[in-house]
């Protein structure tokens, strides 16, 4: 079974500042992996995802994200945040079952960006 | 067009009431979810539903009973609602042979008094 842990549940940083969150993921088979975004009161947006080739996936406004095999990573990074990067971030996982890929989530991470 | 859309948005009943919630995308995809996001934004998944068939059901309770008209319409029905089923809810959709991602609704805030 697959699962998904993300180890920081907030994280405030401050305007212009780099962060990075972080996510680790266990599965006996291959898998796909994405980063969502939620902001308050809406639904998820995805940022990026990682489904093969190169380790080091670009997204959506400005994030990008690596994929490490050996250590079962794929942290999210962003070299400068705005205030408006102040949302809950999802790590979540995907391996084929029964047909069909169902996606498992972390905890979800809270990005407080301070101005 | 929005791609996933959930109706109603907001949900407030008491307990012991029937309701439905009601999904639709027009993505063209053959694979539809229904997860629960709970007070401390944990996200579980509750069904999927592929080519109309019921492929994963977790262990939710029998009260909740996913039904899918057609492939783009996966809608959700909650009997005898308790207080702890209040939550949002989230339908999703996508391609069941592809390993994309999913695509999400706006939610659906069901609060039960």
């Known amino acids: 079974a697959q699962s998904v842990t993300q180890l920081d549940s907030q994280v405030p940083v401050f305007e212009e500042a780099p962060v990075e969150l972080r996510c680790n993921y266990s599965?006996?088979?291959?898998?796909?992996l994405f980063w969502y975004v939620q902001y308050p009161n809406q639904g998820l947006q995805l940022l990026l995802k990682y489904l093969s080739g190169s380790t080091l996936v670009k997204g959506i406004n400005g994030f990008e994200a690596e994929f490490n095999k050996s250590q079962t990573s794929f942290h999210l990074r962003k070299p400068s945040v705005h205030i408006s990067d102040t949302a809950e971030y999802f790590c979540?996982?995907?391996?084929?079952?029964?047909?069909?890929?169902?996606?498992?989530f972390g905890k979800g991470t809270k990005l407080s960006v301070i101005p | 067009d929005t791609a996933v859309s959930q109706t109603p948005k907001y949900l407030v009943t008491q307990m012991g009431n029937d309701k439905s919630i009601k999904c639709e995308q027009n993505l063209g995809h053959d694979t539809m979810y229904w997860y629960k996001q709970d007070s401390k934004k944990f996200l579980k998944i509750m069904f999927s539903?592929?080519?109309?068939?019921?492929?994963i059901n977790e262990t939710v309770p029998n009260r909740f009973s996913p039904k899918s008209p057609d492939k783009a319409h996966l809608n959700l029905h909650i009997n005898s609602l308790e207080l702890g089923d209040s939550a949002v809810y989230f339908c999703?959709?996508?391609?069941?042979?592809?390993?994309?991602?999913?695509?999400f609704g706006q939610g659906t805030r069901l609060t039960v008094v």
């Open positions: 599965s006996s088979v291959s898998v796909y």
């Open positions: 539903y592929n080519n109309k068939e019921l492929i």
């Open positions: 999703a959709s996508s391609h069941s042979d592809r390993g994309t991602e999913a695509f």
């Open positions: 979540a996982v995907s391996e084929n079952g029964a047909g069909s890929y169902q996606l498992t």
